[in-house]
């Protein structure tokens, strides 16, 4: 076979591969590995900001709700233990009686006197005790209640009822009207219940909250069937699912009602809804992260962007100019670099806390103050590249040629100091990044209802939400992390991919 | 060379009154909260002075009834002095507070600071040798992971780790609950285990930038030409990076380590913070955020006289440890 390749002469151009600095540039820096993984962590993190807050269906501060089931301390139940005096009308029958006839009782004497009057009492069956007096009825003692429904049950028919409550009895007579006893304690009248009896004492928790006859029957037999809840409907017609927990120490217990109440979804976990969860507020976190990547960013961008303009202009003035300017311009550069930044803005971002100031003035005073505080670096450096490229041929060649100084300055000076800064700048893309969000995590930089990726981690200030949400606060380090490395790498292969010094 | 060190001294005087000025005239702009909300308080005591009387008295005693430049003078006659007035949050005078804290402030920077050296020279030394290695790449990247991790979410990271999963440590704080219990020996271990999860989160997110230092002038000084004449002369792998090029990496190193010794006393701010460690940054948090301006207003000097103090130690360094620089 003929080798049909073509052969050039040794001194030919087309022996080798002509390509211009910046596809150079563009070949050194797309061979790096790093720079490559740093450029795709970047493109994902904007594309993830900037379209996926468009994409998404919610908004940046839409709040989420839930019914959740609250439980509140509705009732509380009490069953007597102790002895209850009822005297009958126009008798007496005082404090210290009560006691005398306790410890008679005690004893298992059958009288006992108290100021010159000797009583006597009859057990009329279980926990009902009758006290005489001479004969005469005086008063009873019974650890059963007796109820009155409306109106007030006379002291005979109340003793009568308890009387036959405790024999099992299912009817009675005082005062010539009969009355019926059922089951549950229910004092029947010609068919309607006057009262009933019955040895719990039920106090509602909530102002205002009637019990009503029917709540008690269902949360004594609850509580005689020794089941821990109960549903109950009310007149009306809601349904609450009642829980009941006894105090042994107290003997007592309280009845949770479970109601279901319209909330903030806070802090739910992560569904096909909300893909990362929600946050304190009840905001979508996915969606609050790609909004808050936009305002992490974006403040980068002018932060750098005002930074890079004065350092532009100061560093190139001072560089340029030479002398007593550039003197001067680098005594501020000193000062600035002296001013301690972070301790300043700190402070600063206190002080609007106590102006109270609207969060959207903020966000451009903080982007202002961290653009203002981080020009000196960039100066130092411009002026540096000018410097050292003012001494050289081409320069003192396009200064032969006659052009203008402005001219000289934008088309010949400064395409040279742009590889270098656009390599800081990248780099300190990142920093600013790192800068805004600690601030906001402490809560001094972007404050709600914007969020950031700082401020979106703020949460974890409560130790609790760190260890039980994670979905609160990971994704946004995440998110920072990568972003940040994103520029870090990019910047060091932009470096070395202008540097030509670095072969490879 | 004393010549120079004087001018540079005198220059850096110059920039410390510049700088101190700047601030004090920031900090007297701002709304003087503190005061305004101590007028407050005191004037609704029973049978109290009016608000404007007690806020006219408070100015009064603070100093802030005067103009700026009347007060900035007298303030720098207070500080040439050594006096620095009371901090408003502490309610004792700055200099005592100020070396109740100092002592953990150092200990944290020093061990954080030593450990930073131990690993990343030899790793940035590593790295430089094997250039383009795989080694080198997991260097790099390491160190650039350091940089860009925020120090809140790593502080969180190992808080969720190490404190509350592995609960190997306490999440806040530089004391546990029974210290005044323990025996000498448990204190100080309680104290030292408290200041591990600070010191780890100092150290790795800041060992990037002296791993990268190293590593460039290492490869600056690896591209010399007295490096290939060493190899060339057949001289062994190992003599060659030990003997000829690190001692030269040195001079860099010795400068900027020189120059970073001052900020062993200036404290981890947001370190500190996250921790509640009670060293000079957080406590100067706490008084910054409740616009405690004498206390801030010595923090902000002490930190611009440690600056100022780095520059210069660096450049002295430069010229005595590099024989090639002579200074004019």
């Known amino acids: 076979m003929e080798n049909k390749k073509e052969t050039y002469s040794l001194?030919?151009?087309?022996?080798?591969?002509?390509?211009?600095?910046?596809?150079?540039?563009?070949?050194?820096?797309?061979?790096?590995?790093?720079?490559?993984?740093?450029?795709?962590?970047?493109?994902?993190?904007?594309?993830?900001?900037?379209?996926?807050?468009?994409?998404?269906p919610y908004d940046q501060d839409e709040q989420f709700y839930a019914t959740t089931q609250q439980q509140q301390e509705y009732v509380g139940v009490v069953r007597n233990n102790d002895f209850r005096y009822t005297v009958a009308d126009g008798m007496e029958f005082g404090s210290a009686a009560q006691a005398q006839f306790l410890l008679a009782q005690g004893k298992g004497e059958s009288t006992f006197s108290y100021k010159d009057v000797t009583y006597e009492w009859v057990e009329e069956g279980a926990d009902l005790y009758s006290i005489y007096a001479n004969g005469t009825l005086l008063a009873f003692a019974?650890?059963?209640?007796?109820?009155?429904e409306e109106a007030a049950l006379p002291f005979s028919v109340k003793y009568e009822a308890l009387k036959a409550y405790?024999?099992?009895?299912?009817?009675?007579?005082?005062?010539?009207?009969?009355?019926?006893?059922?089951?549950?304690?229910?004092?029947?009248?010609?068919?309607?219940?006057?009262?009933?009896?019955?040895?719990?004492?039920?106090?509602?928790?909530?102002?205002?909250?009637?019990?009503?006859?029917?709540?008690?029957?269902?949360?004594?037999?609850?509580?005689?069937?020794?089941?821990?809840?109960?549903?109950?409907?009310?007149?009306?017609?809601?349904?609450?699912?009642?829980?009941?927990?006894?105090?042994?120490?107290?003997?007592?217990?309280?009845?949770?009602?479970?109601?279901?109440?319209?909330?903030?979804?806070?802090?739910?976990?992560p569904s096909s809804r909300h893909w990362l969860g929600l946050d304190?507020?009840?905001?979508?976190?996915?969606?609050?992260?790609?909004?808050?990547?936009?305002?992490?960013?974006?403040?980068?961008?002018?932060?750098?962007?005002?930074?890079?303009?004065?350092?532009?202009?100061?560093?190139?003035?001072?560089?340029?100019?030479?002398?007593?300017?550039?003197?001067?311009?680098?005594?501020?550069?000193?000062?600035?670099y002296c001013i301690p930044s972070m301790p300043l803005i700190i402070i600063l971002g206190s002080a609007m806390d106590n102006a109270q100031m609207d969060s959207q003035l903020r966000m451009l005073y903080l982007m202002l103050i961290l653009g203002f505080l981080s020009w000196p670096s960039i100066a130092r450096m411009v002026r540096g590249q000018i410097l050292l490229l003012r001494e050289q041929e081409f320069m003192t060649a396009a200064e032969a040629s006659g052009i203008r100084a402005s001219r000289r300055i934008f088309k010949h000076l400064i395409p040279n100091v742009i590889p270098q800064l656009i390599v800081i700048c990248t780099m300190s893309l990142g920093s600013t990044i790192i800068t805004e969000s600690t601030l906001s995590f402490l809560g001094l930089g972007?404050?709600?209802?914007?969020?950031?990726?700082?401020?979106?981690?703020?949460?974890?200030?409560?130790?609790?939400?760190?260890?039980?949400?994670?979905?609160?606060?990971?994704?946004?380090?995440?998110?920072?992390?990568?972003?940040?490395?994103?520029?870090?790498?990019?910047?060091?292969?932009?470096?070395?991919?202008?540097?030509?010094?670095?072969?490879? | 060379m004393w010549k120079y060190i004087i001018k540079r001294i005198l220059l850096s005087i110059l920039i410390l009154l510049c700088v101190t000025f700047v601030i004090y005239t920031l900090l007297r702009c701002l709304p003087s909260s503190f005061v305004e909300s101590m007028a407050v308080t005191l004037s609704q005591a029973p049978g109290a002075k009016s608000y404007e009387e007690w806020l006219a008295q408070?100015?009064?005693?603070?100093?802030?009834?005067?103009?700026?430049?009347?007060?900035?003078?007298?303030?720098?006659?207070?500080?040439?002095?050594?006096?620095?007035?009371?901090?408003?949050?502490?309610?004792?005078?700055?200099?005592?507070?100020?070396?109740?804290?100092?002592?953990?402030?150092?200990?944290?920077?020093?061990?954080?600071?030593?450990?930073?050296?131990?690993?990343?020279?030899?790793?940035?030394i590593m790295a430089a040798t094997r250039q383009y290695s795989k080694t080198d790449y997991v260097i790099t990247a390491g160190a650039l992971i350091g940089i860009s991790l925020p120090p809140f979410f790593f502080a969180t990271l190992l808080k969720l780790i190490f404190a509350s999963g592995?609960?190997?440590?306490?999440?806040?704080?530089?004391?546990?609950?029974?210290?005044?219990?323990?025996?000498?020996?448990?204190?100080?271990?309680?104290?030292?285990?408290?200041?591990?999860?600070?010191?780890?989160?100092?150290?790795?997110?800041?060992?990037?930038?002296?791993?990268?230092?190293?590593?460039?002038?290492?490869?600056?000084?690896?591209?010399?030409?007295?490096?290939?004449?060493?190899?060339?002369?057949?001289?062994?792998?190992?003599?060659?990076?030990?003997?000829?090029?690190?001692?030269?990496?040195?001079i860099p190193l010795v400068t900027i380590i020189g120059g970073s010794l001052p900020g062993l006393f200036s404290g981890a701010l947001i370190t500190e913070t996250l921790f509640s460690i009670p060293g000079i940054g957080f406590t100067s948090y706490e008084a910054m955020t409740r616009g405690?301006?004498?206390?801030?207003?010595?923090?902000?000097?002490?930190?611009?006289?440690?600056?100022?103090?780095?520059?210069?130690?660096?450049?002295?360094?430069?010229?005595?440890?590099?024989?090639?620089?002579?200074?004019?």
Request: proline share 3%; with cysteine.
């Open chain 1, 446 to 504: 972007v404050k709600f209802p914007f969020a950031s990726w700082g401020n979106i981690m703020t949460d974890v200030n409560d130790a609790f939400v760190m260890t039980h949400y994670w979905y609160i606060w990971i994704p946004a380090g995440i998110c920072l992390l990568i972003t940040v490395l994103g520029f870090n790498f990019v910047g060091d292969g932009l470096r070395d991919a202008f540097d030509p010094r670095m072969k490879r």
């Open chain 1, 142 to 148: 019974a650890k059963d209640i007796v109820n009155e």
């Open chain 1, 166 to 269: 405790v024999n099992g009895e299912t009817s009675f007579t005082a005062e010539g009207a009969s009355y019926e006893l059922d089951e549950e304690g229910n004092i029947i009248e010609n068919g309607a219940v006057i009262g009933y009896v019955s040895r719990f004492v039920v106090r509602s928790q909530e102002n205002g909250v009637v019990i009503s006859r029917d709540f008690r029957e269902a949360l004594e037999d609850a509580i005689e069937t020794e089941v821990s809840d109960f549903v109950y409907t009310g007149e009306d017609g809601e349904t609450y699912t009642y829980e009941i927990t006894y105090n042994a120490s107290a003997q007592n217990w309280s009845v949770l009602q479970t109601k279901d109440t319209y909330v903030y979804d806070r802090y739910a976990s």
């Open chain 2, 292 to 328: 405690d301006i004498p206390f801030a207003m010595f923090y902000l000097t002490f930190i611009a006289v440690l600056t100022l103090a780095g520059n210069l130690i660096a450049d002295i360094l430069y010229a005595a440890v590099d024989p090639r620089v002579r200074i004019s």
């Open chain 1, 11 to 56: 001194n030919d151009d087309r022996r080798v591969r002509v390509l211009s600095p910046g596809a150079m540039v563009a070949k050194r820096f797309f061979r790096n590995r790093l720079a490559v993984v740093g450029l795709i962590m970047l493109l994902t993190m904007f594309v993830f900001s900037f379209i996926g807050g468009l994409l998404s």
């Open chain 2, 58 to 124: 408070l100015n009064a005693s603070y100093g802030l009834d005067i103009g700026i430049i009347p007060g900035y003078i007298r303030w720098l006659s207070q500080f040439v002095r050594g006096e620095f007035g009371d901090s408003w949050r502490y309610v004792m005078p700055v200099v005592d507070k100020f070396k109740e804290v100092i002592g953990v402030s150092l200990v944290m920077g020093g061990i954080s600071f030593v450990l930073e050296l131990v690993i990343a020279i030899p790793l940035g």
């Open chain 1, 280 to 336: 304190t507020n009840g905001m979508d976190m996915l969606t609050r992260l790609m909004y808050g990547g936009r305002v992490s960013l974006v403040i980068g961008f002018i932060v750098v962007l005002i930074a890079a303009f004065l350092g532009i202009i100061l560093g190139g003035i001072a560089g340029y100019f030479g002398r007593w300017v550039d003197n001067l311009i680098m005594r501020i550069v000193d000062i600035f």
């Open chain 2, 166 to 250: 592995l609960g190997w440590f306490d999440l806040y704080g530089l004391v546990g609950r029974d210290y005044a219990q323990l025996s000498p020996m448990g204190q100080f271990w309680d104290m030292a285990s408290h200041l591990v999860l600070p010191i780890a989160t100092l150290v790795i997110t800041s060992i990037g930038s002296l791993m990268r230092y190293t590593r460039t002038n290492m490869l600056e000084v690896l591209n010399a030409d007295y490096i290939r004449t060493a190899r060339a002369k057949g001289l062994p792998e190992k003599k060659v990076i030990y003997r000829h090029a690190f001692r030269n990496t040195l």
